[in-house]
């Protein structure tokens, strides 16, 4: 059984920094890529970052130069730096594992139960 669970949420300043993390447990073979999504009230799940195993990294492009991916694929981790923070990017924040084989020859794609940043003075 595949899990992913976010981390490092909360209520932060307007230009201030939070680190998620994420973290996907289970047995696994590989991961093609990590993703970030956030969702607003009223709004759509929008992509935020993504990094995939061969290096490629895509932001949102209101997050461009605020916000930087990273990934431990040792330990099946990935973290969202945020920098300069805005009260539009409050937003529930969720972890997605692209393309998780954990068969051989499939592939699934994994979210997380999300993780609340508030950006409030």
């Known amino acids: 059984q595949v899990q992913l669970v976010e981390s490092g949420g909360g209520l932060v300043q307007p230009g201030g920094s939070l680190t998620l993390s994420c973290v996907v447990s289970?047995?696994?073979?590989?991961?093609?890529?990590m993703n970030w999504y956030r969702q607003a009230p009223g709004n759509e799940r929008e992509l935020v970052a993504r990094?995939?195993?061969?290096?490629?990294?895509t932001y949102g492009e209101s997050m461009k130069g605020r916000f930087t991916i990273s990934r431990d694929n040792a330990k099946n981790m990935a973290y969202l730096q945020m920098n300069s923070l805005k009260p539009e990017d409050t937003a529930v924040y969720y972890c997605?594992?692209?393309?998780?084989?954990?068969?051989?020859?499939?592939?699934?794609?994994?979210w997380g139960q999300g993780t609340q940043v508030t950006v409030s003075s």
């Open positions: 997605k594992a692209e393309n998780v084989m954990v068969i051989p020859g499939t592939l699934f794609d994994y």
């Open positions: 289970g047995s696994i073979f590989s991961i093609y890529a």
């Open positions: 990094a995939t195993n061969a290096g490629e990294v």
